[in-house]
C-alpha cells in the first residue's frame, strides 16, 4: 500500500460550522462512476442549555476520481 501524497484528501470546511471542528471516519464506495463518502464531524464549541459540546454530525460528499471531493447540493 502506497500514501497517497497529497493527503488528506478530505478536512474540515471552515465555511460549514457543522463541520469547521473536524472531519473524520470516511467511508468510500463507487456507485456508477461516482465515488460517495459518509464521513463523520464535529463542529466548533457550542453552549446548549448551559452546557460546552462539540456537536457530531455525518455528512456526505462525492467524487469522480476518488481523491477530490466535494459535497452534492441537495
Given at each position: 500500500v502506497t500514501r497517497y501524497p497529497a493527503n488528506p484528501i478530505f478536512k474540515p470546511d471552515p465555511k460549514n460550522s457543522w463541520e469547521s471542528f473536524a472531519a473524520f471516519n470516511g467511508n468510500v464506495i463507487k456507485v456508477g462512476s461516482?465515488?460517495?463518502?459518509?464521513?463523520?464531524?464535529?463542529?466548533?464549541?457550542?453552549?446548549?442549555?448551559?452546557?460546552?459540546?462539540?456537536?457530531?454530525?455525518?455528512?456526505?460528499?462525492?467524487?469522480?476520481?476518488?481523491?477530490g471531493f466535494g459535497k452534492p447540493v441537495i
Amino acid at each position: 500500500v502506497t500514501r497517497y501524497p497529497a493527503n488528506p484528501i478530505f478536512k474540515p470546511d471552515p465555511k460549514n460550522s457543522w463541520e469547521s471542528f473536524a472531519a473524520f471516519n470516511g467511508n468510500v464506495i463507487k456507485v456508477g462512476s461516482v465515488y460517495k463518502m459518509v464521513y463523520r464531524a464535529l463542529s466548533e464549541r457550542q453552549f446548549v442549555d448551559g452546557a460546552e459540546l462539540r456537536l457530531s454530525t455525518v455528512g456526505i460528499a462525492e467524487s469522480t476520481d476518488g481523491v477530490g471531493f466535494g459535497k452534492p447540493v441537495i
